[in-house]
């Protein structure tokens, strides 16, 4: 699927002793760098098995455990998934980079935190398992800078051109004491080019 896609959260399930946050036609370990195939496995991205439904397939990450590593999220792929059918991946880092595949379902594991560095060390780990997040911080592993609300109306980086493709980098910024405000520059790719034609 070509622009942009919304990722529509399937359900929320606490059934399985971990809360999980399921996606429909979502493939999150296609969108990783480390990209596997069926059989094998790569550096976070681990080939979990054949898995005939999303559910075996949740079940295999749920019992990965390697090295202290476990299993963050998984994609379950469909007969019509071509060289991927029935493939089960799981993700053993918190890297979470959903794409649009609808022959895929896709899952987040939302272990507790065990140490500070589950909550990315921007916060405290309870004995809850609960992550108290620093000011500057939110989301379940203080993983998320809290920004405040802006008019996008008005403020901030936006693309205005409806083509496929708008990449951008940068984004430095610098605060103007005169005028008192602050500036970003954005680089752009031209003409709708992804940002691998650079």
Known sequence: MRGSFCLTL????????????????????QGS????????S??????LGQANSSFLCAQLCLGYNKAGRRCHSFSSFSAEAG???????????RAWMPVYNN???????????????????????RSSGQCDCDPAWEGIWCEKLALLPVNRTRLGYRYTRQLNNVSSWGGAVLYDDVTDRWHMWASEMTKGCGINAW
């Not at 059934?15 to 429909?24: A, C, P, T």
């Open 10 to 29: 399937l359900m929320f399930d606490h059934s399985w002793g971990v809360d999980i946050k399921w996606f429909d036609s979502i493939a999150s370990v």
């Open 33 to 40: 760098p480390d990209y596997p195939s069926i059989g094998n």
């Open 42 to 47: 790569s550096q976070y991205v681990k080939y």
């Open 83 to 93: 060289s991927f059918a029935h493939g089960c991946f799981g993700q053993i880092d």
């Open 103 to 125: 022959r895929a379902q896709s899952g987040q594991v939302l272990w507790p935190c065990e140490s500070d560095a589950g909550c990315s060390f921007n916060g405290i780990c």
